[in-house]
């Protein structure tokens, strides 16, 4: 549910946000809602960006790892018999990084549990696909 509230800002940027919500396409009320709700967090956990992924929005972790998401570290980390040093060595990142997103996690363990359900559901996905092409080349090998 959403509430209204008003807000102030100065004409330049005011003019910028409107320009890049029609770019995207999106309504510049949910692209203030997206950036305060990201500011915010990002806030709190230093560590954590936002980027956009095919599958939408996504928490990440910064700087020197821009590939890296935090639904990669949780992954990693239940993986690794939730060993923080494990999925550092694993992920070749510092186990502070590893940490932070723990953090990161136990804020807001439904969202990422979620994403994180949605990101291993199209790595089946594409895993399907790969074998379904494989065994049609192998088809087309075997048939000449």
Same mark, same amino acid.
């Given at each position: 549910m959403t509430t209204p509230f008003s807000l102030r800002m100065d004409e330049e940027t005011r003019d910028e946000l409107?320009?890049?919500a029609e770019r995207l396409e999106v309504n510049a009320s949910k692209l203030v809602n997206r950036y305060v709700k990201e500011g915010l967090r990002m806030d709190k956990h230093p560590a954590i960006g936002f980027k956009t992924t095919a599958q939408g929005r996504r928490a990440a972790v910064l700087?020197?790892?821009?590939?890296l998401? *935090? *639904?990669d570290v949780i992954g990693t980390f239940r993986a690794e018999a939730q060993d923080a040093g494990k999925t550092a060595r694993y992920l070749?990142?510092?186990e502070?990084? *590893?940490q932070a997103v723990l953090r990161?996690?136990?804020d807001y363990r439904d969202e990422v549990d979620r994403d994180l359900q949605e990101h291993l559901e199209t790595q089946r996905n594409y895993k399907r696909v790969l074998e379904h092409r494989e065994a049609q080349a192998r088809r087309r090998v075997a048939n000449g």
């Open positions: 409107t320009t890049h700087a020197a790892h821009p590939g998401q *935090v *639904v070749h990142i510092p502070d990084e *590893v990161y996690y136990a």
